[in-house]
């Protein structure tokens, strides 16, 4: 059983830079590819980027790619997204994700589902 915590939320400036932090435990921590996920007021959770057990393949969705990045420290068992050039749309409750799904061809890595391991979330909130 993978347990998850989530740290750095807060309320920033459009622009600006936070990076949000997720604490595993109870797990092999390398043998689980992790997630971020978000989920706005009003709508559904949605994915946001993945990395592989090692770190070498990432996944982002199209919103944040190339302003977000995600990271991970397997000797710290923690999982990062470094969030660069805020906007007002990325306000929302961010949660990472343990054993999320994605698969890589051809150099290119692809979202599948998320895992069945989550933490308990972080507000983000970006004012305009």
């Known amino acids: 059983q993978v347990q998850l915590v989530e740290s750095g939320g807060g309320l920033v400036q459009a622009g600006e830079s936070l990076r949000l932090s997720c604490a595993a435990s109870g797990g092999t921590f390398s043998n689980y590819r992790m997630g971020w996920f978000r989920q706005a007021p009003g709508k559904e959770r949605e994915f946001v980027a993945a990395i592989s057990g090692f770190g070498s393949n990432t996944v982002y969705a199209d919103s944040v790619k190339g302003r977000f990045t995600i990271s991970r420290d397997n000797a710290k068992n923690t999982v990062y997204l470094h969030m660069n050039s805020l906007k007002a749309e990325d306000t929302a409750v961010y949660s990472c994700?343990?054993?999320?799904?994605?698969?890589?061809?051809?150099?290119?890595?692809?979202?599948?589902?998320?895992?069945?391991?989550w933490g308990q979330g972080t507000q983000v909130t970006v004012s305009s």
């Open positions: 994700n343990a054993d999320t799904g994605f698969y890589c061809s051809g150099g290119r890595c692809i979202y599948q589902r998320p895992g069945n391991y």
